[in-house]
Every structure is written in structure tokens, then in C-alpha cells.
């Protein structure tokens, strides 16, 4: 069906022409009609399908012509890319309308969003926890909503969001449009569905996800020590183009991406420990062919279009087959084609198994001619993780048997220090039996004081006016005499 034939505004048209939107994908086809009537909408649509305009051209054709400065739509979303690509897709859209939208997600400053709130942008695509953050302050009110679309539903779900798409749904309006698309329909979102939607249009709601048809499958059977000097060959050969390589963790992502980077492949690596500004480049830079290949995990496997992505790598085999069909979806998108290819190691036959069941097909095994099976590499590409548990707790358990002997150390100096300090203090007492006050000048006849100093301990003191003093001198201390023998007041 062309999409002429969606009597959306000539600006829309005008901007699917441009993108080079000639006839619409089956989910748009189906999706579009209801939703530019109003209904709820229940869609179970594959990755790669054309879902984003599906929901986005109904709900810029319902803005066109509404006053401006009230945010109307709001789009969830489970990862910041998949809002960042949302958004850049809206600008394309509505690039001849006056609608505007802004992406809400973590890892970025919160002003220019929260100016987005204060604005009233037309749509706004939010993952749910920074939403949540927002709606914490005074400012971040949608009392004016009328569309909401959940994008992506089961991966919110697995990302564990639904407790917090649930606290989003308390700041929204009861009464609105909602839109709901999910690649699966797992028990809970059954459930939430029924919460949400209300007579809703249902579309492929008991359709078996499995890869699109342009996407051409093969598999790899090879040690796991051998996974990273296979793809480097596959490379280098030429049978392996630009590609998304998926890892099953952040840290065989790393390896790999080190591993790439020693060999010359040019390469970026895009995983939830990264930073905003470090996967926004990543990715960037692997759109625009800086990078050849861009090693990841899950977190893009959903959602993220690549235009003309030759080829997908399982450099691990998914556990689920779900995360298979999602992973091998970012290749042959829109109709076009695309390989993907699983490498797959002995102890990874029972997870392949339950994708081929899952697909109802066996996938085809590849044996790289000239390609040495037996060889052992130079040195490990990764240290298994019982190797890596022992290791840290060995190192923690040296660190802290250095740290008590340091402090033994430091208790047994301070007690020596402490007897040393109170050894030289009964020293200096035995030492000397002087008084430590200065003795008092004697007083003249005449009232002023005799400045001659005391010379010795002599030891006597002056006890209740008494002229005698130690030494026997006479006269020292009477009235009107002067000091001249030897005490104290000489």
C-alpha cells in the first residue's frame, strides 16, 4: 500500500518521500489506520518491521494544527539509543511541520530536558527511569498527553521496567490513546496489556517471531579459545563486511575489542558500562564507516537501525532464541539483506538447538577451508570466571594480611615509643631535686627587692618569718638586716 493512501497531512507525505518511503512495511499497513482513527492499538511486530513510523506518523498527523506548547505524545522506550533514534526519526518525518520532539534518558545533563518539559515539546521519548527522575520536580507535568506508546514492551520487561512503567502510567492521564508494541507477548505483558488498553486493534498478536526472510543464517562450529583469530579471518578474507558482533558480556566485549584494536581492525565497543558520550560515538562512528565492526552486547539488539549492515556476528550463542531473532533483526531491515553468523563451541550446542526449534529450522554449518581447527593460540583470550573469582579473592586475602601486619607493625612502634618517652622522663626527675620554680627575690629594709640571684640548692625555705636559714647564718632574715650568709635569699 502506498502511503499516499493514508490521507495523512501533504507535509508527512512530503517527508516519507524524502526519506525514501515509497510503499508502506505489513505492520504499517495494518498499524496506521487505527491508530490515525484513535483506537488502542496491540501490535506484535518483529524488529526491523517499521514499527517507529507506524506509531509516529499517526501521532504527528493528529498534532498537526493544535496549538503549540503542550506536550501531547509521550514514546517509552527501553534504552537510550532507541530514544535517541526515535527522536532523530520524528526530526525526519516532521521535518517540513512545525512539530518538534526530545529524547529524556540518563547519562546526559538534565537542563536542556528539563527545558524540553518547560517548552512543552509535541513528543517527548523518555526510558522510564530518567522520566521518573524528572517527574520527581515541580516542573515535569503531562496533563495535557493524549498518546502514549510503549516501544518495545517485553525488553522493558526483561530490563526489569515494569515497576517503573507503572509509576509513569500514575503521572499520565486515564484518559488517552495507547499504543502497545511488544516482539513477544510473555504472561506479564498479557497482563499489563489488559490494564492498559481498552478495545484496543490487534495486529499479528499470535504470530511466530522468526527472522525476516532476506536474512541469510549459517553457523560456525569452533573451539571458544579459537572464536577471536576466526573472526579475524573471516575479516580478513573478506567474507565478513561491516558488522555488529555480539558478545553474551561487557567484559568478552572488552577482550574482543582489545583484541580487534592489536590486529588492526578498526572498532568500537558499546555496552552498559560505557558512558553517554562514549556509545553515542561508538555508534556514530560505526554509522558513518569510521569503524568496521562495532562489538556489543544486548544493549543494542533491539530497536537500533543500521542502514545497509552487511553482516551480524553471534560471537556468542544467545541463550534465548528470542535475543537471537532480535540480534540477527539488525541486518536485511526494510527488505533488504544480510548474513548473520553464529560462532558456536561445543559447550553452546544446547542453546543453538533451541533456536533451531525455535525457527523450526536447522541452520547450515560452515567449515572455513584453509582455516587451522587444531591450532592453539599464544595465550588465552579469556580467563575463565572461577579463574578470575580465585584470583580476586586471593589478591583480597594478600591485601589484607599485608594490612594487619602493617598495623601490628605500627602498634608494636607506638608501645616501644611510649616506653622510651616514659624511660627518659623518670631520668630527668632522678636527676636533679632542684625546684622548678625560681626562688623568690628577698625584700630590703627599704622595700626593694635584693637582685643577687640564689646560689645553690641550699634548701631551706623561709617558714613563718623565722630569721634562720639552712647554713647557719645569722641574722639572715630579721628585720631590717641583710641577707649576707648562704641562703637562699643571698
Known amino acids: 500500500m502506498p502511503f499516499a493512501a493514508f490521507k495523512l497531512h501533504p507535509d508527512l507525505l512530503r517527508g516519507t518521500r524524502e526519506l525514501g518511503f515509497t510503499r508502506a512495511t505489513p505492520i504499517q499497513e495494518q498499524a496506521i489506520p487505527p491508530a490515525l482513527e484513535g483506537r488502542d492499538l496491540l501490535a506484535c511486530a518483529m524488529t526491523g518491521s517499521g514499527k517507529t513510523a507506524a506509531f509516529l506518523l499517526p501521532i504527528l498527523n493528529r498534532l498537526m494544527g493544535k496549538p503549540r506548547g503542550t506536550t501531547r505524545a509521550l514514546i517509552l522506550t527501553p534504552t537510550r539509543e532507541l530514544a535517541a533514534q526515535i527522536e532523530d526519526h520524528l526530526k525526519q518525518l516532521a521535518v517540513h511541520t512545525p512539530l518538534s520532539g526530545a529524547a529524556i534518558f540518563g547519562g546526559v545533563g538534565m537542563g536542556p530536558q528539563e527545558h524540553a518539559f518547560r517548552s512543552g515539546v509535541d513528543v517527548l521519548i523518555a526510558t522510564p527511569g530518567r522520566l521518573l527522575d524528572h517527574f520527581k520536580q515541580p516542573y515535569a507535568k503531562l496533563s495535557g498527553l493524549e498518546v502514549l506508546v510503549l516501544d518495545e514492551a517485553d525488553r522493558m520487561l526483561d530490563m526489569g521496567f515494569l515497576p517503573d512503567i ?85 567484559h568478552r566485549a572488552n577482550r574482543l575489542a582489545d583484541y580487534l584494536t592489536a590486529e588492526g581492525v578498526p572498532n568500537a565497543k558499546i555496552h552498559g558500562n560505557r558512558s553517554q558520550a562514549q556509545r553515542t560515538e561508538a555508534l556514530e562512528g560505526f554509522k558513518s564507516g569510521r569503524y568496521r565492526c562495532l562489538v556489543a552486547t544486548d544493549i543494542v539488539a533491539r530497536g537500533i537501525d543500521v542502514e545497509q549492515l552487511e553482516h551480524v556476528v553471534n560471537f556468542d550463542v544467545p541463550h534465548l532464541p528470542e535475543d537471537y531473532i532480535h540480534r540477527v533483526g539488525r541486518t536485511a531491515r526494510a527488505d533488504a539483506t544480510g548474513d548473520a553468523f553464529t560462532f558456536v563451541s561445543p559447550e553452546e550446542e544446547t542453546d543453538l538447538s533451541a533456536i533451531e526449534r525455535a525457527i523450526s529450522k536447522r541452520l547450515p554449518r560452515v567449515i572455513v577451508p584453509g582455516f587451522d581447527y587444531a591450532t592453539k593460540p599464544k595465550q588465552r583470550f579469556e580467563v575463565p570466571i572461577a579463574e578470575r573469582i580465585a584470583e580476586i579473592r586471593s589478591r583480597k586475602s594478600e591485601e589484607r594480611k599485608r594490612a594487619k601486619e602493617k598495623a601490628e607493625r605500627r602498634a608494636a612502634h607506638g608501645a616501644g615509643a611510649a616506653g622510651a618517652s616514659r624511660g627518659a622522663g623518670s631520668s630527668r626527675s632522678s636527676s636533679s631535686s632542684a625546684p622548678s620554680r625560681p626562688a623568690r627575690p628577698a625584700a630590703s629594709s627599704d622595700g626593694r627587692s635584693s637582685s643577687a640571684p640564689a646560689a645553690g640548692s641550699g634548701g631551706g625555705r623561709r617558714r613563718g618569718g623565722s630569721g634562720r636559714s639552712r647554713g647557719g647564718s645569722s641574722g639572715g632574715g630579721r628585720p631590717g638586716g641583710s641577707s649576707s650568709g648562704g641562703g637562699p635569699y643571698r
Open 166 to 250: 507503572k509509576r509513569v502510567l500514575k503521572h499520565l492521564p486515564a484518559k488517552r490513546q495507547t499504543l502497545f508494541f511488544s516482539a513477544t507477548m510473555p504472561n506479564p505483558i498479557i497482563t499489563l496489556t489488559k490494564e492498559l488498553l481498552h478495545n484496543p486493534a490487534t495486529i499479528n498478536l499470535e504470530r511466530k517471531s522468526t527472522p525476516a526472510i532476506g536474512i541469510r543464517q549459517a553457523v560456525y562450529a569452533v573451539s571458544q579459545e579459537l572464536k577471536p583469530s576466526l573472526f579475524v579471518e573471516l575479516m580478513r578474507r573478506g567474507d565478513i563486511g561491516n558488522v555488529i558482533v555480539f558478545t553474551r558480556t561487557k
